[in-house]
Structures are given as structure tokens and as C-alpha cells.
């Protein structure tokens, strides 16, 4: 009968790093052969080592007389003990233990000396284990390479022109690596042209100090360098701002000022000193196409958003205001009884597909800045400008010279080339009275139109950017302005077509309702004026010649018919058609002069004799006409009485015009117009 033992095997020692393993294991499970009914003890401890790896499994290996392998579980204990079961009797047996960590960097190994198993006892058996930790240092191998850091030399600013400054950066890399040297820059206010240019320009957005600062770099994030500039925006007194005064509803003066700031300066009126109002900050409004461009070719693109990087400041002047600064300009204010007029219209520079393009540079071709010096050297009190401020909308074409680098389209840069600039020596020496024209109407250039002109507060809902808008924004309530003894009537007919108004159509009721409130202005006591860009009863040049505009004489002639003005109406003063016309009536109708030429192409002249009248039931009883650039200039004669001068661009005069009560037997119209008598007339 074969007789077995059973083992106890005890961790006798560790070596260094383990800590020491005591306790009782939960078992061994066996490889092969029966496993131990025996009772061997109970879990309590998980064994960690002292370098805190855990082991969670003991392999051994039995050998000698026979041989046996297993595992000790040893998740929950803190000492490797076991009893191993069903072992053959004999001597020479020997056992291995092994181990790992769970992390995998600690091995522990042991290895019994010979022992013997004795029937029916437990064999105690005594396993040294040592435990070897992995290496936990290693080494780094440095390839460094030397790179010298970008450098600033020097950050510079140009003197501002305008509300521009130039800024310049050097710097240097001098081993030229790992990249070339590139710049950025950063601003506390205004707009740079490129931050990552070496040399951009600042574009100033409010007057005062401004900090710059540039960063040089080679490419590497760690390797930069930076400088800060200070540099000082220039305050609008500086800037030569357009700067003047118009005249709207009651007589109430506005003071107007374009600045490229977003904020408006302050203004001085009689001593007392306040910011002006914005009345509309800078913006890109929408494409509004022209009508003079029916066709967009490839080659030629005429139409384009309308630019507007300045803003429009505004302050409504108190009556009787004596003195008024802003921007370290003396701004022109009413007179209570003005005793000079200067009357001009049709003043930009023509661009236009269909049409001879002007030469805008040419003081010949194109005088409105000769008009503009020599009417203000004339000291006038008051400016009537009859409308068409605006011309340039096409760009001008490859095969035309005159006029190539002439800015164009609807935005700021036309306006200010064909209205501020040639007109500062004007729009300095009075306040002005604008009516306006077909080319301020909406679909060419309104959106100009309410930003600066109109005397009206600026609305979204009224300025002509939004197309659905239009059959609103292209007209405005008639409105007067008193001049001592005088009172101008401003009509605004911008969206007149060229065909009669069909009764009940929105343009016939518009106009309709325009008229009516023009009407209700007239004051008898006065002399009225009624002043519209359209003429009404003129002629039109062409081949053949043709009277006054269809669509207004359609609506004028509903509402007065054959005498076509409200009654009181006794001048009547026009642009539109490019030419001088002094036109006095027998049939009693109100005196018209056409005063169209303050710049733009002149129109073909009149024929020696004209055989129509200007509407049905009129009777031209004297007509004077000029083909020629110029300006009228209304002089101060007696109560209710004028003088009537036109001149050359120059100053020289072409005819002198007074004015005389009209006396008529069964006119239309009970209270009669003034009639004129010009000295020469005819075709002059």
C-alpha cells in the first residue's frame, strides 16, 4: 500500500526588496494528481511588496521521487504558505517558487533545499525568495543645436496723412534659421492694413495716442523679440474735415462735419462747447447698379458695393447762433437777411457708359473747382445748389486717358472727389440750401444722398440700401427756407420719369401729395422761389428740341392746370439740362432760369429759334441762353427784388438779368409770377 505526506511550505527569508511575508495562504491548487482535503486556513491580508508591487499568483515546481506543479493564491494574504497534498514518501524532493508583480517589474524566485516526505505527516519546508526590481532609470541622449534668436532693430512711424500712418520694423537673424524672420503686429486701436506685414499702414479709427507692438521671430516659438511704438492719431482739426452748414424745414440750420473717425468732435457755438451727433458711422452698404450701365460685361464691371469708411456728424444750430468752431473751422452761418445768392447745379464729373467721359483733372473739361473758387470769392450769403452732385459711376475705360484713375461707383471716395473737395471753397463761405437730383435717387446715388445731404434724421428705414425701401426713400416732403424777404420752396423730384405719370400710379400720388404740401408753404408776403432739379417749363436739348419734364408737367398740370405752379409762385429755378436759360413769360406764368452747369458735360446747344413753348398754354415772351460752364449770382436790388447775374467759370459775366411785377390781362393764375428781363439775351 502506497503511503503519502503532505508539505508545509513557510517563507523563511526575503532578500532585499521584499518586505516580510507572514500570515497563512488560502491554498494551492494542483497541476496534477488529488488535491488536499485538508483544512489549510483562511484569507485575511493581500500581499504587496515593500516596493508597493503587488503579487497576486506563486508558481512552484515539486521535484524529486515525483513530481508536482501549481499555483498559490495570494491576492488576499500576506505571506507565500501552503499546504500541498498527496505527495508520494521518499526523499530527495526539492521545491521552486516564482513570482511577478502585477506591473510587471518585480520578479521573486526561491528555491528549497532536499527534503523528505514521511507517510502521514506534514513535511515543514523552509523557502528563501528574493525579489529583483526592473531598472527604473534610463538615459536621454541630447543632439542640441544652437539657434540665434530673431532681433528688432528699430520700429519707426511716418508723419500721419490724413488718418494714415506708415510704420516700419527692421530685424535680424543672424544665423538664419530655422526660418526667414517674420513680423506681427498688434494695436490698441484702429485698423492695421496687414498685421503681418514688415511695413504696415495704421489707419486711425479715433484721434490720440496709439500703441503698437511688434513681435520678430525666426520660426522657432520659443525665439522672439518685440517692440512697442506710441504713436499720436491726429485730432480732426488736423484733417481738414468737410465741414459745413445747410439749411432744412423752419429755417433750421445744421452743422455737418465728415470725419474717417467713429467718433464726432465737439463744436463751439457761441462759446458754448458740446460733441457733435453721430448721424451715421462708416459702413459697406449694398450694390446699388446704375442706371447708366444697361449691360455688365466681363471685361468691365460697373457696379460694386458702396464704400463709406468715414462717419457724418451733425448738430442742429440754435436760431440766431452768432459763431460757431469745429475742427478749427469757422463754420458759415445764416444771415437773417441775405444779400447775395450764389445758384449752380449739375457740379460732378461725368463717368458714365453711353456718355463722352469727362477729363476730371482738366479745369477746362471739368471746372466745378474754378466755379466753386470764384464763386466764393464772390462772398455770397447763401448757396442754392438745384441738385446732381454726383457723377462718376462707371469706371473709367482702358481706352479713354482723360479720366483713367478717377475713382467711381457710389461710395465715399466719388463724393469726395466730385462734391467736398472741389466744392470746400464754397461749402466754406455760406450755408447751403441742396435740392435734390436724379442722381441722388435711390438706385444710383442716394445711399450719398442721406448719409450727407439730406436734411432730414438719418433712418435705416429711409436711405436707400434696401431695394424694398425705395418707393419711400425716393421721395421727400417739400420743405421752405426764408431768406429776409425771399422764401426758396425745396422740391425734391429725383425719381421724375421721363413719360407722364399715369394718374393713380404711385409716383402721380407722390408727386401729387408733394405738390399740395409745397403749396401750403407759400407765403404771398414773400417772394417765393420754387426751387427743383427737373425743369418743368424749359426746354430739353435734343434733336428735336423738347419742353419741360413729362412726368412733372403730367402732375403739376392735374393739380394747376395751364398754370402748372401753386398760386404765389412767382421764380422758378432748375438744373437737369446743362445749359443757361432765362425764361420770361408773356402768358404770366412764373419766370424760369436753368442753371445746369456747374461742371458736368454740357449739353448740345439750343437752335437759334425755337418755334414751341415749353408746356401747353405758355407763351415764351423773352429767352436768353448760354451754352456755357458757370454760376448765377442773385444780388440784392430792393424789397422783394433781385438782380440776376451768370458768369463764366471764371467770373466773367454773361448776361445780368432784373427782375420786374408781371402785368397781365386774364392769366391763369390770379396771382401772376415776376417777370425777367435779361441784358443781352438771346443766344448768347
Not at 456728424?313 to 458759415?332: K, R
Not at 437773417?336 to 449752380?344: K, W
Not at 442721406?450 to 431695394?467: A, E, G, I, V
Not at 397781365?664 to 393764375?669: A, F, L, R
Request: net charge negative; hydrophobic share 35%; glycine share 10%.
Amino acid at each position: 500500500m502506497k503511503m503519502n505526506g503532505r508539505l508545509l511550505l513557510l517563507v523563511a527569508a526575503l532578500a532585499a526588496g521584499a518586505s516580510a511575508l507572514t500570515g497563512c495562504g488560502k491554498g494551492a491548487a494542483d497541476s496534477n494528481g488529488p488535491g488536499s482535503t485538508e483544512d489549510v486556513g483562511s484569507v485575511s491580508l493581500a500581499l504587496q511588496l515593500g516596493s508597493g508591487g503587488i503579487i497576486n499568483t506563486f508558481s512552484y515546481a515539486l521535484t524529486g521521487p515525483s513530481t508536482k506543479t501549481g499555483t498559490i493564491d495570494v491576492s488576499h494574504s500576506t505571506t507565500v504558505s501552503a499546504v500541498i497534498g498527496a505527495v508520494p514518501a521518499g526523499s530527495g524532493y526539492v521545491i521552486s517558487l516564482s513570482g511577478t508583480t502585477t506591473d510587471g517589474t518585480t520578479t521573486c524566485n526561491g528555491t528549497s533545499g532536499a527534503f523528505t516526505v514521511t507517510p502521514r505527516m506534514t513535511t515543514a519546508v523552509t523557502v528563501a525568495i528574493s525579489c529583483k526590481q526592473g531598472a527604473t532609470t534610463g538615459s536621454v541622449s541630447i543632439n542640441g543645436t544652437i539657434n540665434i534668436c530673431a532681433a528688432v532693430d528699430s520700429v519707426s512711424a511716418n508723419p500721419p496723412q490724413g488718418a494714415s500712418i506708415a510704420i516700419f520694423a527692421s530685424a535680424h537673424d543672424s544665423d538664419s534659421g530655422p526660418s526667414p524672420v517674420s513680423y506681427r503686429w498688434t494695436t490698441s486701436s484702429g485698423t492695421l492694413s496687414d498685421a503681418t506685414a514688415q511695413n504696415p499702414t495704421l489707419t486711425c479709427t479715433a484721434p490720440g495716442n496709439v500703441t503698437l507692438t511688434v513681435t520678430a521671430t525666426d520660426g522657432d516659438p520659443a525665439c522672439s523679440d518685440t517692440f512697442t511704438l506710441l504713436v499720436a492719431c491726429p485730432p480732426d482739426s488736423a484733417l481738414g474735415d468737410p465741414a459745413w452748414v445747410e439749411i432744412g424745414a423752419n429755417n433750421q440750420a445744421i452743422a455737418r462735419l465728415i470725419t474717417p473717425y467713429t467718433v464726432c468732435p465737439s463744436i463751439t457755438v457761441d462759446g458754448a462747447t458740446s460733441p457733435m451727433n453721430l448721424r451715421v458711422g462708416p459702413a459697406t452698404e449694398p450694390i446699388r447698379p446704375s442706371t447708366s450701365d444697361p449691360t455688365i460685361t466681363p471685361m468691365t464691371v460697373n457696379t460694386k458695393p458702396s464704400v463709406f469708411p468715414v462717419s457724418t456728424c451733425e448738430l442742429n444750430l440754435p436760431a440766431g447762433a452768432a459763431a460757431a468752431t469745429v475742427a478749427g473751422q469757422n463754420l458759415p452761418l445764416p444771415k437773417a437777411n441775405p444779400q447775395r445768392i450764389v445758384v449752380l447745379g449739375d457740379s460732378g464729373c461725368r463717368l458714365a457708359i453711353g456718355n463722352p467721359w469727362q477729363a476730371c483733372n482738366d479745369p477746362v473739361q471739368y471746372p466745378f473747382p474754378v466755379i466753386a473758387a470764384a464763386a466764393a470769392a464772390m462772398k455770397p450769403d447763401l448757396v442754392l445748389h438745384v441738385g446732381d452732385y454726383h457723377y462718376r459711376e462707371n469706371a473709367c475705360p482702358a481706352d479713354q486717358p482723360q479720366c483713367q484713375g478717377s475713382p467711381w461707383g457710389y461710395g465715399w471716395d466719388v463724393w469726395q472727389v466730385d462734391l467736398f473737395q472741389p466744392g470746400a471753397p464754397l461749402l466754406a463761405a455760406a450755408p447751403w440750401i441742396m435740392v435734390r437730383g436724379n442722381h441722388e435717387s435711390c438706385n444710383r446715388g442716394g445711399q450719398g444722398w442721406y448719409r450727407f445731404l439730406d436734411t432730414q434724421p438719418y433712418s435705416p428705414m429711409k436711405d436707400c440700401n434696401d431695394p424694398a425701401q425705395d418707393n419711400v426713400a425716393n421721395y421727400n416732403d417739400p420743405y421752405a427756407v426764408t431768406a429776409g424777404d425771399t422764401q426758396f420752396i425745396a422740391f425734391d423730384s429725383s425719381n421724375t420719369p421721363k413719360a407722364a405719370l399715369a394718374p393713380g400710379s404711385l409716383g402721380f400720388n407722390n408727386y401729387t401729395a408733394e405738390i399740395a404740401s409745397a403749396a401750403a408753404l407759400v407765403n404771398p408776403n414773400l417772394l417765393p422761389i420754387w426751387a427743383n432739379h427737373h425743369p418743368i417749363l424749359a426746354y430739353t436739348a435734343g434733336t428735336p428740341v423738347t419742353g419741360g419734364n413729362p412726368g412733372l408737367l403730367s402732375v403739376m398740370a392735374a393739380a394747376y392746370p395751364t398754370a402748372y405752379f401753386p398760386p404765389g409762385i412767382d421764380l422758378v429755378m432748375h438744373g437737369h439740362v446743362h445749359d443757361f436759360q432765362a425764361i420770361s413769360f408773356s402768358s404770366g406764368h412764373p419766370s424760369t432760369f436753368v442753371i445746369g452747369t456747374g461742371g458736368d458735360n454740357l449739353d448740345v446747344a439750343l437752335p437759334a429759334s425755337i418755334t414751341i413753348a415749353p408746356a401747353a398754354n405758355t407763351t415764351v415772351g423773352q429767352l436768353t441762353y448760354a451754352q456755357t460752364f458757370g454760376f448765377m449770382v442773385m444780388d440784392k436790388v430792393g424789397p422783394k427784388n433781385w438782380s440776376y447775374t451768370a458768369y463764366s467759370p471764371t467770373g466773367t459775366v454773361i448776361t445780368r438779368c432784373t427782375q420786374v411785377a408781371a402785368a397781365c390781362t386774364g392769366c391763369s393764375d390770379p396771382t401772376p409770377g415776376t417777370q425777367i428781363s435779361c441784358n443781352p439775351f438771346g443766344s448768347l
